[in-house]
């Protein structure tokens, strides 16, 4: 955040030595161009965000505000405080007030602006908050101007902001002779300041604010009436060297205008000997907007960034065209898109191009238009980084910028242009009037066997540059097999009269790259030559196919069926590979393959497999353990035993006859023999994976990025790879689950049926019955025991019953005596405890003790 430009009250010592009381007075110094520059490129007006740059500028008053003091009353009452030639002439920073209450009024008024498309009630508070800015501006022109002190190139700046802010009031207002006048003042005022500074960055931001108000100059006059200035507008529009968001949209304002009075005339155009209605009035703009580019395009003095920012500009307008002649189809019969994949399919069944309507016609045009202009953006960006690769001097390289020219581009950006080439010729078939028309695909044919022998020598010389020597020496010979097809076509003279490209000139780049072409083979020779064995360049693939030999359509078609991964010895142009949809690159899930069965102890299918009998050398031995007389040994024996026993589930008796395996036995081992597979494949994917991660990591630390996104590409196929085989294995446990599911089934319903039997066995008269016989057995057992006990008399009971209190007694002395005496200096307190009334018990254990 920057702070105004003000000089430090210092006194003059030798002043003050000679006359005490005389100080010096330093001048009023107030930088308003640079403070609001960088305020706004700091705090979002790079990126046109006007609520953040007013959202600053309230909190840096309320910062001044605190640091100054400067407060609204109190809470009771409020007063607003009142800036004086005073406080001023104390503190510069007073000035700073009204300077950034007049931005932040100004920033709230253009936020209004770009939300007022929608809602035009916002107009009148965007007008209010431009008085208010120049009300702001006028207060801090008249605190300027009454400081003695302040200097002259302060009042300036302060009086060119205030005619500026006058003139976007008047601006909006569209009072266009007001506008100007105090549009054309400021611009006086920045004119006279850049004579005087010394600064070159100073000087920079004025002439960015005299852009500024040129473009409101030239725009109040035209509106004034003079239509001179129009031309001068449309110039500075295609500069496309504006980084103020407003000044565009204003421009564009103008433009729509001034095209809006000439597109009346575009009613009809003709293409291909095809008249065509326009009735749309935003096609109408485009096809206008197209003769403007074209002409803007010719000019002798237009740079490259100018050249792209223009086609970057135009295929945007043309992709929003586009879309609106394509929404006017949907209702038309005639129109059926078709992708560009199967185009040649679709070439036999379309209709004669005569039955199409005007509005496929105007579709077409407008595609074609768009893809055409995109092959030649894509060309001049071809030549341009040609020349920075080759190091070439002609007339178009004075053009190029300085900050296009630092980043020099590669091989590899130029390959991918010709890729992009190829696409676009390839869409361009797939345009509905053009897919019968044998010119174009005549002409189309030729263009990509040229861009094609291109694209290969440059990824010849991509190979030179990576020391591949023998990659690059196969696409010699195939970069001089197109150059050889491409000049039997134009000696041969296929090239139709009705074609609208020159044959002949589009061979002239062979000139080129045959010159280039004998540098490489000297380079590729002299390497064979010199480079030692085992230093030989990496090997990408076994190539058993020569560029002489050629395949048959029938070989073609059969290859095609293959995976990539299946015939990497031949190579042929294979269409498929280039659409996304439908790659062929290897077969997934991978076949299944028979392997050996794993031995799996605890395993579902144990318990439906019979295992071989073993009960006549279980019996041998059994019988030589007989004769063993030592204990341990039997127990050893007997453990081994049990131990075999229950894992072979021997059984006193087994039947001879074992059952047979079912076929659903076979494929349950079949299942797990694919699934152990699917385990395997799993493993080595991850592997794979992991490994080329790390190798793709250390190929980008030694700066081969081609390699890495090779290699990182190859990871995501395994990754979907290794994402199909976990869903197989899934399935296979679910299948595995299902099983055991069916057995607990099977097992329930055994014990169902096994406890429906035993409960016909168990009938409930004869369990009542039972309990009967049961009570009247336990009824006898008690009157036999009756009886038995009446056989004593009184007296008997008697010395019974004494013979068991003498048991009794005896028992308890005995425990009695075992006690250990009590100590005689516990007597006493056991004296003062209180007397607790022992039991029966207690009392016959002291009565014997006495």
């Not at 239509?227 to 304002?253: G, V, Y």
């Not at 949809?581 to 799996?600: A, D, H, Q, T």
């Amino acid at each position: 955040m920057s702070q105004p430009t003000t000089s430090d009250n210092v006194t003059d010592t030798s002043a003050a030595s000679t006359n005490p009381s005389a100080k010096v007075v330093p001048p009023l110094k107030l930088d308003v161009l640079r403070i609001i520059r960088l305020c706004q490129q700091q705090h979002g007006l790079r990126h046109g965000d006007y609520q953040r740059y007013r959202s600053f500028c309230s909190r840096r008053l309320r910062r001044i505000r605190k640091s100054l003091e400067l407060t609204y009353g109190n809470h009771k009452k409020f007063q607003k405080p009142v800036i004086t030639d005073e406080l001023v002439a104390k503190d510069s920073r007073y000035l700073l007030l009204p300077l950034i209450c007049s931005e932040r009024a100004w920033a709230f008024a253009m936020q209004l602006k770009t939300e007022a498309n929608t809602e035009p009630r916002k107009k009148f508070h965007l007008l209010s908050r431009l008085r208010k800015s120049v009300r702001h501006a006028e207060q801090l022109e008249t605190l300027c101007n009454q400081q003695k002190t302040c200097d002259a190139r302060t009042k300036l700046e302060v009086q060119a902001y205030t005619a500026v802010m006058n003139g976007h009031l008047k601006f909006e207002m569209q009072v266009w002779s007001d506008a100007l006048q105090f549009y054309i003042r400021a611009q006086a005022i920045y004119d006279n300041l850049k004579t005087g500074v010394r600064s070159e960055d100073d000087k920079q931001m004025i002439d960015q604010r005299i852009d500024e108000i040129t473009t409101n100059v030239r725009f109040c006059q035209y509106k004034t009436g003079d239509k001179s200035a129009a031309r001068e507008l449309r110039t500075i529009r295609n500069k496309a060297a504006l980084d103020d968001p407003e000044m565009t949209r204003i421009l564009d304002a103008f433009l729509n205008e001034t095209h809006e009075q000439q597109t009346s005339s575009i009613s009809e155009i003709t293409w291909r000997q095809r008249k065509i209605q326009v009735t749309n009035e935003k096609v109408r703009l485009f096809f206008l907007n197209l003769q403007e580019f074209e002409n803007e395009l010719k000019k002798q003095d237009v740079s490259f960034d100018t050249k792209m920012s223009l086609y970057e500009s135009f295929v945007k307008e043309a992709v929003e065209t586009l879309q609106i002649a394509k929404d006017e189809l949907k209702n038309d019969p005639t129109f059926k898109p078709v992708p560009a994949s199967s185009t040649a399919a679709a070439s036999t069944t379309r209709e004669n191009s005569e039955k199409l309507s005007d509005n496929v016609w105007l579709y077409s045009y407008i595609a074609w238009i768009r893809l055409s202009k995109m092959i030649e953006r894509n060309l001049a960006m071809i030549d341009n980084g040609k020349q920075q690769i080759f190091k070439t001097a002609t007339a178009d390289s004075e053009k190029t910028d300085a900050a296009s020219a630092k980043k020099v581009p590669k091989p590899a950006d130029i390959i991918r242009m010709y890729d992009l080439l190829l696409q676009f010729l390839n869409d361009i078939l797939a345009i509905p009037a053009l897919q019968n028309d044998k010119t174009i695909q005549s002409d189309v044919a030729f263009q990509t066997i040229v861009y094609k022998a291109c694209r290969s020598f440059y990824i010849t010389i991509s190979f030179i540059q990576l020391k591949r020597f023998k990659e690059s020496a196969a696409f010699v010979v195939k970069t001089e097999t197109y150059m050889e097809q491409a000049k039997t076509i134009v000696n041969s003279g296929q090239q139709l009269k009705s074609s609208e490209i020159n044959y002949q000139s589009l061979l002239n780049e062979f000139i080129f790259i045959q010159s280039k072409l004998d540098e490489v083979k000297y380079e590729i020779q002299t390497s064979a030559t010199s480079t030692p064995l085992g230093n030989a360049s990496p090997k990408v693939g076994a190539t058993q196919q020569t560029a002489d030999q050629t395949i048959s359509p029938e070989e073609q078609k059969e290859l095609e069926k293959k995976p990539l991964i299946d015939r990497l010895d031949t190579y042929f142009e294979d269409s498929s590979l280039t659409n996304k949809s439908r790659l062929n690159i290897v077969s997934l899930p991978p076949p299944f393959k028979p392997i050996p069965c794993k031995p799996v102890l605890f395993d579902l299918a144990l318990n439906h497999l019979t295992l071989p009998s073993l009960d006549d050398k279980v019996q041998t031995k059994r019988q030589a353990t007989t004769a063993l007389t030592d204990k341990g040994q039997q127990q050893q024996q007997a453990g081994l035993t049990s131990y075999m026993g229950g894992i072979f589930g021997r059984k006193p008796q087994r039947s001879s006859k074992q059952p047979a395996i079912t076929e659903q036995d076979r494929a349950v081992l079949q299942l797990k023999q694919q699934r152990d597979l699917l385990n395997q494949n799993r493993r080595r994917i991850e592997n794979q994976i992991e490994r080329g991660r790390e190798v793709a990591k250390q190929l980008l630390k030694n700066g081969q990025q081609d390699r890495a996104l090779l290699l990182l590409r190859k990871k995501k196929m395994l990754e979907m790879q290794l994402y199909k085989t976990e869903g197989i294995l899934e399935n296979t446990h679910e299948l595995e689950f299902a099983q055991v599911q069916a057995t607990v089934v099977s097992s329930l319903r055994q014990g169902t049926d096994a406890l429906k039997k035993m409960n016909e066995l168990l009938k409930i008269d004869d369990i009542e019955k039972l309990m009967e016989d049961s009570r009247e057995a336990i009824e006898y057992q008690n009157e036999v025991s009756n009886l038995l006990a009446g056989g004593l008399n009184r007296v008997d009971e008697e010395n019974i019953e004494a013979e068991l209190e003498e048991l009794i007694h005896a028992e308890e002395a005995r425990e009695i005596n075992r006690l250990p005496d009590v100590p005689e200096n516990r007597q006493r307190e056991h004296a003062r405890r209180p007397v607790v009334s022992p039991t029966r018990a207690h009392q016959r254990v002291l009565t014997e003790a006495d």
